[in-house]
């Protein structure tokens, strides 16, 4: 199972530095496009770094993930946090029938998630729960990888090392399907007790801006920005994230 065993090594193998990003990111998003309430759900939390941060912001933070493995994780760096956290298995295309309407003024879904969906229909179904769990006047925020950077610069294989810990990558691009897979093989132990290895499969798919927007606005939400990752800048034909800004409307025939 995806991020099963690799919960618990997934922070110190430097994912961790992504949701630090984010954190710093997101504060800059909320200057540009705020909010008013602070109720947060974020969408595919893993380790709940992003939620823990927000949590000492003074948010109301709420995490899904779909990996029992990785919400232990998150539970226990939360599990010290001054403000009211929940915590729920389940799959990001079924929010409508795991989180009640008309609850958060804030929806996060980060590190390329939305790409793990890889039918359309599977990203409409994971929009629309959004447009209803957001309070009106919510705002959802969203990363998601480009076709260029699946395709040119995620590399076809990678290595890397941590104390404890070894991790190899090998990637291949179908540009068919504009479909990403990545097998994931890690190592855990050391030198002289020996390791213990498991794989994983990671699949991630690429979708056209237009497509993605045309989802969006589908769904119910109204765009207020579509950014270079990490910038306040158009996407350009070689932009390797972008990040998606949407709002829910106050009146539903806005």
């Known amino acids: 199972m995806t991020y099963n065993r690799y919960a618990a090594v997934y922070d110190g193998s430097g994912q961790i530095r992504f949701a630090l990003l984010t954190a710093i990111y997101l504060e800059e998003v909320l200057q540009r496009h705020p909010v ?94 959004v447009a209803r769990v957001l309070r009106a006047g919510g705002l959802f925020v969203a990363d998601m990888n480009t076709r260029h950077f699946l395709a040119y610069d995620w ?33 855990i132990g050391n030198d002289h007790e020996g390791y213990e290895r498991f794989d994983e499969l990671h699949i991630e798919r690429a979708y056209p801006l237009e497509l993605v927007a045309a989802l969006i606005e589908a769904a119910g939400l109204q765009i207020e920005g579509c950014y270079d990752g990490f910038t306040f800048q158009p996407p350009t034909t070689t932009t390797q994230r972008i990040c998606w800004v949407a709002r829910k409307p106050l009146c539903q025939n806005c």
């Open 36 to 129: 008013s309430g602070r109720r947060v759900l974020d969408i595919a939390c893993g380790t709940g770094t992003l939620l823990a941060i927000l949590a000492e912001r003074g948010w109301e933070v709420t995490g899904l993930d779909a990996s029992a493995a990785m919400l232990a994780q998150a539970a226990a760096k939360l599990a010290a946090v001054p403000t009211r956290v929940e915590l729920w298995q389940g799959d990001m295309r079924d929010l409508a029938g795991l989180l009640p309407a008309n609850t958060f003024d804030l929806v996060t879904c980060t590190y390329d998630s939305l790409n793990y969906l890889i039918g359309s229909n599977d990203l409409a179904a994971c929009l629309r729960g």
């Open 155 to 187: 590399g076809e294989c990678a290595f890397s090392e941590q104390p404890s810990y070894i991790q190899v990558e090998r990637t291949f691009f179908d540009p068919s399907g504009d479909v990403s897979t990545m097998w994931l093989t890690g190592f």
